[in-house]
């Protein structure tokens, strides 16, 4: 490569040189025409070769330009009959061996194109100028230049020419060998490959081997934990009051009741104790399993109550040092427990205790909030400045409904990202009153149908019922 740009380097400067160089022996022959043009070809030229800008493009337009300049200076001595015509050849050997085999075919069709032109012009003599007298001394001197300064060009180029050849050669003999190096470094790669491919297959079919093994035993493990839990599912819903048992306590009902997993946290309770009627709406902080045992738990304690304290309040009291003392849960961080609803309803009259519980009584013209403690049951976190146990006591008739809601619901999102909220509840619940319990599941299905995101993020249950 460096061969080649001091190849194009010399050549354009040998150029300029014969440029210059003719005019001092065009003028003493009596060459005046020649030696203008030679003398604007000197300037111009000079400047294309000087300026500093984009070398491939200076050599191409210098070239283009060589072109010119030998067509215009056969043009002022009469044609093809100018002995400046043999250094047309400079352009096309210089054009080939600077830029390859394809741009150099153009300028020889450029020459050929030029030649042709000048032979037409002079044909039809359109040319304005005189042929040269080639008797005369002057014209045999100025061609016997020409011919040395064409010869000089050829000289120059041949050289370069062998100097370019040889550093091909070169090059290529070194590429030749560097791939006869870089041939062997891959045969000895292509070796290592190859036994490390063989490594690696023994190693896979092994680590296959492991791993159907493993899936097998996982696939079996998961059928057993997924038929476990299927069968939980069913035991956490015959822990449930059935249609049968609900329809005993209340004249209508609607219980939403869907756990986010295939078992949950959620668990509703309905007995009688003595005239008394409890209805229980359990809330456990953990889905899945850990909820569902929880519940269990409390619904179990539930059914072994040989006698019903006298407030709700007292009741979720007991719950709570219950779960506490039998489960270990007095550790500084505990947060597992529930929220509870519980409802005592004697006739008309009903007493309500909630544990973070969320309950309503929807009565003719309005919806009562029903007020709750804002502690839960079996944690050691709650605020020493919470809200204890309460009790609240409220009077019913027998088309009020009393609404019993986890907050499963009221903490959903919606399909804008939203969460629903209490206010939304009381909204769908406010016509529950002297209602009925297809129209209240109408309500529910309608309102989830088209605002509930698809991905439960809770267990949700929400009791509807009035009293016989």
């Excluded at 010399?10 to 210059?20: A, G, W």
């Excluded at 209240?440 to 439960?456: G, L, T, V």
Aim: proline share 3%.
């Amino acid at each position: 490569m460096e061969n080649k740009n001091n190849f194009l380097t010399s050549k354009l400067n040998l150029i300029m040189f014969l440029l210059v160089g003719f005019i001092p022996i065009d003028i003493p022959l009596g060459l005046y025409n020649e030696a203008k043009l030679l003398a604007i070809h000197s300037v111009v030229y000079g400047l294309l070769l000087y300026i500093p800008y984009n070398k491939g493009v200076k050599n191409y337009v210098l070239h283009v330009y060589s072109l010119f300049m030998v067509f215009s200076l056969c043009f002022v001595q009469g044609g093809v009959s100018s002995p400046i015509i043999y250094f047309f050849l400079s352009p096309i050997m210089s054009s080939y061996l600077s830029f390859g085999g394809r741009v150099g075919k153009r300028f020889a069709y450029a020459v050929l194109g030029c030649i042709t032109l000048l032979f037409v012009l002079g044909l039809f003599d359109l040319i304005p100028f005189s042929n040269l007298d080639d008797a005369s001394s002057n014209i045999q001197i100025f061609t016997y230049a020409i011919i040395v300064g064409v010869g000089v060009d050829v000289i120059i180029t041949i050289i370069n020419y062998d100097s370019l050849r040889n550093e091909a050669e070169t090059i290529v003999r070194e590429k030749q060998n560097e791939i006869l190096q870089q041939e062997e470094e891959l045969k000895q790669q292509q070796e290592e490959i190859i036994a490390t491919q063989e490594q690696m297959i023994i190693d896979e079919k092994r680590e296959k081997e492991q791993y159907e093994s493993d899936k097998i035993k996982a696939e079996n493990s998961l059928e057993a934990i997924k038929t476990s839990i299927e069968y939980a599912s069913k035991i956490q819903l015959n822990t449930l009051p059935s249609d049968k048992v609900l329809k005993d306590y209340f004249a209508e009902y609607y219980i939403y009741f869907k756990p986010k997993d295939t078992v949950g946290g959620d668990y509703y309770y309905v007995n009688s104790f003595r005239g008394t009627t409890v209805v229980v709406l359990i809330d456990c902080f953990n889905q899945g399993m850990t909820g569902m045992l929880l519940g269990s738990v409390i619904t179990s304690y539930l059914d072994t109550l040989q006698s019903l304290p006298d407030r709700p309040s007292e009741l979720i009291y007991e719950l709570h040092q219950y779960i506490r003392e039998n489960f270990n849960y007095y550790s500084s961080i505990n947060n597992k427990g529930s929220n509870l609803s519980i409802v005592y309803v004697e006739d008309n009259h009903i007493v309500y205790s909630g544990a973070n519980g969320i309950g309503y009584i929807v009565k003719n013209e309005e919806v009562v909030r029903l007020q709750s403690s804002d502690r839960s049951v079996g944690v050691t976190n709650n605020d020493p400045n919470s809200i204890p146990y309460m009790d609240k006591e409220y009077e019913i008739n027998s088309d009020d409904v009393i609404v019993l809601s986890t907050d499963g619901f009221v903490n959903h999102t919606t399909k804008e990202g939203k969460v629903i909220g209490r206010e939304v509840l009381e909204e769908i619940v406010k016509d529950f009153y002297q209602g009925y319990k297809h129209t209240w599941k109408e309500s529910f299905d309608e309102y989830i149908s088209e605002y509930f995101k698809k991905e439960q993020e809770d267990d949700i249950t929400v009791m509807c019922f009035n009293l016989t």
